[in-house]
């Protein structure tokens, strides 16, 4: 039951397979079993069971609230959750329980979903493994999947061997991976959801800026934050958008006009479509793996009648730099709310107010976050702001117009890698810093962000390492519908394999109805 | 100061020295520029910085004072600037405070319409270009009372600009000589205010009160066209009529408040080159702190807000929804009367001298005390005028009353002028029947003259044999009236009133004599 997809386990749900209560209980379970992933940092229990019962008694009494009455669901910990702890993976929040919820996450509510946990992150969302947290790194589900077993070399058989679940919302991709839920909400800033969704072999959506409240997500860079979507299919990721799109009075960036999402169309013709490979994209250290996969999907589209192009994005290898300045720029201030007095840590340093602050900020802050706050005050000097912000954010725009340039060309859909290589091992990931592997691994998907398109990464196949891969699909503004429909036909063309989770299915918990193990049509 | 809802100059009130050659002023300060930070843990009201705009020359120059000022007028509105909280003067500590207002992370800011229709009067009565897009901008700096670590200001592109704000001053204390004068408005910026910082300084603790965070300001930044500290004060005086003319902001900053600053900025002989700031407690300007003096506030963009778009008639789009825009057009046509306007309106209607209808704008209510007046009694305007502002201003200052506390009504006074008018009294008499009624003992005017019997004495009869017994008492003086001397018959006169306790008509004693002495 709980590797199926979350419309499957909707319709089981619906006609009485399964109750909430079991399926939350399998998912609790389940959970307890993957402890070692660390993938949660809270885990719910008792919230997610009383909400299980309340589900339960609307099902039998006929009143499902949709879709998502009874699915288990889980929430990176950034996302500010009534009565439950909302960490951000920082020393500076351990203990903080906010008194309301996101907007994404009421609406999960309303709808009925069961918040299982909270998971972890990379600490305030700042990094591209989910290791630099408090509460240590998230191992990648595929590291014990009999895929990657097989197939690694024998010197790395034993457990110091496991890949990183990418980030910064490795957590929740580690989470749904596991199949401890059916969804799970990430934040997007630069390839937050994307980046750890090709690492564990899920569709992770970044919908375009404005569409979904950020009221409640802790801000990384308010002007690129997105909420971000993990489900294990394309229709999923459709339905959970369906529920959390729409303008929210207490985002004055969300769009107000009505945005219409529908069911994504079971046949779809992408005959008609014209797909923009930009060449910006193709880089020396993107590995030959993905290269390959790239261009098979490329034919895989030209095959089916879509018109594929080589498009150009010419600013493209100054949007790294750009970034950087612009995302510590605004960490810089979002940070300097954190002082110790409203909420959060305080030290015991009370000389004076000034070293109060310094403590709590010198305690409550890891070094990657110190680092960026103290760059971002840098270019925001009176001195600096001209040559560092301004110049950053007109190369922002220009990195706009790039895409605009190209989708007003004609071009409906770019398909770009996701990441440069699989999921590495921990070991090797931390041999570089932070700040190194985030621009490494921001590479393909923090434009998309600055330029506040719709995203979608989508598992392709497995590497010769038993591996995920997944491509982006990046959509025109508030064409999200667009994009998931070309997402969809993608998914059904590439049958990407379901991860195969010893441990798990031994005993039953997981019992998978389909054959797609071995249909995969992008081979290596 | 907790009375104080308008501050003056927060950020520093900007004076530079320009030196005067050969009568023309270089004013080479008029740069406004980053001034300085608030004076926190002094005075919340005011702050005083002091700035030379250039280095004296050497040679014969005389030194002028030119003042700008940034003034912050708390907006009236039932919500904060950003956020739903409740906006409400002396409520309990921190009872009024949103999860925004204690910047809870993830909380994001909401504009508040009523405050961006309360800028747009301001930016129009003081005859602004009021943008048609406007920003928000993050100013950021460590304070105990300032939850986010930042204020969301208008830095780059404020909601109106390049205005004037015209004023009056009387020349060298003529009061009838009043010269009009204009100082030019930069900028008006919508901004929030900071919490309250309560020292404890026994207990070396500091206690915060966030009721204030978040409330909206409006920030109007004065060029400094201004000579003196009795210019600053007579402008600021005028914006404050303005702003309560408007209801934008109730700007009701106590009087000694300005008179204050004025003396200050009168007396203030020693100018450095320095921010320095005012310091309440010990009602001197100090040099603030290094520190805040060479703050670097790393403006940014506020990213949660985007551009604040206002639209005219013309460029209203014709779908839109009335409660998502703003219609400049439209808020013009709502803009009351405003003290400019109403002074020439009292001149005009009632004769008025100008210093008069100043001086009936000039304190909270005594304008709509004069017109209640006016309605009620058929007396001349001129004479109710003249008690208005003689007698009723007199006493309130004398108690130090606001016109609202007044034991008497305008209904009363109204009455007391009638019986004046028709001669029941006397103008002595009702002296005396005012003062009665300011005990507040519930008696009317006509209660009052009919017990004490400060009626005028209306029996011919009575008031001639008074005449003859005076003439009879007084062969003296009557001898001297018949010698035409000319001050006798007014002895003759005064005499006869006291006889009658004040109660005659002198014109009629006059009348009387005069038939009696046979002039």
Avoid at chain 1, 265 to 275: K, N, R, W
Avoid at chain 2, 9 to 24: N, Q
């Amino acid at each position: 039951m709980l590797g199926r997809t979350l419309r499957e386990v909707s319709a089981a749900l619906k006609q009485g397979q399964v109750t909430p209560t079991e399926l939350c209980k399998k998912c609790l379970s389940l959970i307890k079993k993957t402890k070692y992933l660390n993938a949660y940092i809270t885990v719910s229990e008792e919230v997610a069971l009383k909400q299980a019962e309340e589900s339960e008694r609307r099902y039998k009494q006929g009143q499902s609230l949709g879709d998502l009455d009874g699915i288990p669901v889980a929430v990176k910990d950034n996302f500010s959750t009534a009565g439950i702890e909302t960490t951000c993976a920082s020393n500076m929040l351990k203990g903080y329980i906010p008194p309301y919820n996101a907007t994404v996450v009421q609406k999960l509510l309303d709808q009925g979903a069961l918040l299982m946990g909270k998971t972890n992150l990379d600490e305030f969302a700042m990094g591209s493994g989910s290791t630099d947290g408090v509460f240590g790194p998230v191992k990648n589900p595929w590291s014990y999947s009999k895929q990657h077993r097989e197939r690694r070399r024998h010197d790395e058989h034993d457990d110091s061997h496991w890949l990183i679940a990418g980030g910064s919302s490795g957590g929740s991709a580690a989470s749904v991976a596991a199949f401890t839920c059916f969804a799970a909400l990430g934040s997007d800033t630069g390839g937050s959801t994307r980046n750890p969704a090709a690492h564990c072999g899920l569709v992770g959506f970044k919908p375009s800026y404005g569409l979904v409240s950020r009221h409640g997500l802790i801000p990384l860079v308010n002007s690129m934050d997105v909420p971000g979507i993990f489900t294990r299919c394309v229709d999923d990721t459709a339905i959970v958008l369906g529920i959390l799109a729409g303008h929210d009075p207490k985002d004055s960036t969300t769009v107000q006009d009505p945005i219409k999402l529908s069911r994504i169309p079971s046949e779809v013709d992408v005959s008609g479509l014209c797909i923009g490979i930009p060449k910006e994209y193709l880089v020396p250290e993107l590995s030959s793996e993905i290269r390959s996969l790239w261009s098979q999907a490329a034919d895989l589209f030209e095959s089916e009648g879509a018109k594929v192009i080589e498009v150009s994005l010419p600013h493209t290898s100054y949007s790294i730099v750009c970034y950087h300045v612009l995302c510590t720029s605004e960490v810089a201030s979002n940070m300097a709310r954190f002082d110790g007095l409203q909420y959060g840590h305080r030290s015991g340093i009370d000389v004076s107010t000034e070293a109060m602050y310094a403590a709590t900020r010198q305690e409550g802050f890891n070094d990657v976050v110190r680092e960026r706050i103290l760059s971002g005050n840098f270019f925001l000097l009176k001195e600096n702001y001209e040559n560092y912000f301004v110049k950053a954010q007109k190369v922002r725009r220009l990195i706009l117009r790039d895409f605009v340039n190209v989708f007003d060309s004609g071009v409906d859909v770019l398909l770009t890698p996701t990441t440069l290589t699989e999921a590495v091992p921990y070991l090797e990931f931390i041999k570089e810093d932070n700040r190194t592997r985030s621009a490494q691994d921001d590479i393909f998907t923090q434009a998309v962000n600055m330029a506040g398109l719709p995203a979608v990464s989508v598992p392709v196949a497995l590497s010769n390492q038993g591996l995920p891969i997944g491509l982006q699909l990046i959509g025109r503004a508030f064409c999200d519908q667009q994009l998931l429909t070309v997402a969809k036909w993608f998914e059904k063309q590439v049958q990407f394999p379901v991860i195969q989770l010893q441990d798990l299915m031994d005993d039953g918990s997981l019992i998978l109805e389909n054959g797609k193990l071995t249909s995969v049509s992008l081979t290596q | 100061m907790a009375t104080s809802v308008l501050r003056l100059g927060i950020p520093g009130r900007r004076w530079a020295l320009a030196w005067i050659d050969g009568g023309s002023r270089h004013r080479s300060g008029t740069q406004p520029g980053p001034t300085s930070n608030r004076a926190r843990g002094q005075s919340s009201v005011t702050q005083l910085s002091l700035r030379t705009a250039q280095k004296p020359r050497k040679g014969e120059h005389k030194w002028a004072a030119v003042v700008g000022l940034e003034i912050h007028a708390q907006i009236c509105s039932n919500s904060k600037l950003f956020s739903g909280a409740q906006v409400c003067f002396a409520a309990p500590p921190n009872s009024l405070v949103s999860f925004f207002d204690a910047s809870l992370p993830g909380t994001l800011p909401v504009l508040n319409r009523r405050c961006v229709e309360a800028a747009v009067m301001t930016g129009l009565a003081l005859n602004c270009h009021i943008n048609r897009k406007s920003l928000f901008d993050r100013k950021h700096y460590f304070y105990a009372d300032l939850p986010a670590g930042y204020q969301i200001t208008q830095q780059r592109l404020p909601i109106a600009t390049n205005g004037h704000l015209t004023y009056s001053i009387y020349i060298r204390k003529k009061q009838s000589q009043v010269t009009t004068k204009t100082v030019r408005i930069k900028q008006i910026q919508l901004e929030q205010d900071s919490g309250k910082s309560l020292h404890d300084d026994l207990r070396s603790q500091t206690l915060i009160d966030l009721n204030r965070a978040g409330v909206g300001l409006l920030e109007v930044v004065l060029e400094p066209d201004l000579c003196c500290g009795e210019e600053a004060a007579v402008a600021v005086r005028e914006l404050q009529l303005i702003l309560q003319a408007l209801g934008t902001s109730q700007a009701n900053m106590a009087d000694y408040e300005i008179q204050r600053q004025i003396t200050e900025l009168e007396n203030g002989g020693e100018v450095l080159n320095e921010t320095r700031s005012f310091d309440y407690k010990l009602g001197c300007t100090v040099p603030m702190r290094d520190k805040e003096g060479k703050q670097d506030y790393r403006f940014m963009p506020e990213p949660n807000l985007p551009p604040l778009v206002l639209y005219d008639a013309t460029s209203l789009p014709s779908d839109a929804d009335s409660q998502q825009v703003i219609n400049i057009d439209q808020l013009r046509d709502t803009l009351p009367e405003l003290p400019s306007a109403t002074r020439e309106r009292l001149v005009q209607q009632y004769g008025m001298l100008p210093e008069h209808s100043f001086a009936l704008l000039n304190e909270v209510g005594l304008l709509e005390f004069f017109q209640n007046v006016i309605k009620e009694t058929r007396a001349e305007p001129k004479k109710v005028t003249n008690w208005v502002l003689n007698t009723f201003l007199y006493y309130l200052k004398q108690q130090n009353l606001a016109v609202s506390e007044s034991p008497v009504t305008a209904g009363a006074l109204a009455e007391l002028l009638d019986l004046l008018d028709s001669k029941a009294v006397s103008s002595a008499a009702a002296k005396q029947v005012f003062e009665e009624l300011w005990k507040g003992q519930g008696k009317t005017a006509a209660q009052i003259v009919s017990e004490q019997q400060l009626g005028l004495m209306q029996d011919r009869e009575a008031l001639e044999q008074l005449c003859q017994a005076t003439i009879d008492g007084h062969p003296q003086t009557v001898m001297d009236v018949k010698k035409r001397n000319p001050k006798a018959i007014n002895k003759l006169i005064g005499l006869v009133r006291k006889a009658s306790l004040s109660r005659a008509d002198p014109t009629l004693i006059k009348e009387i004599l005069e038939k009696k002495l046979s002039l």
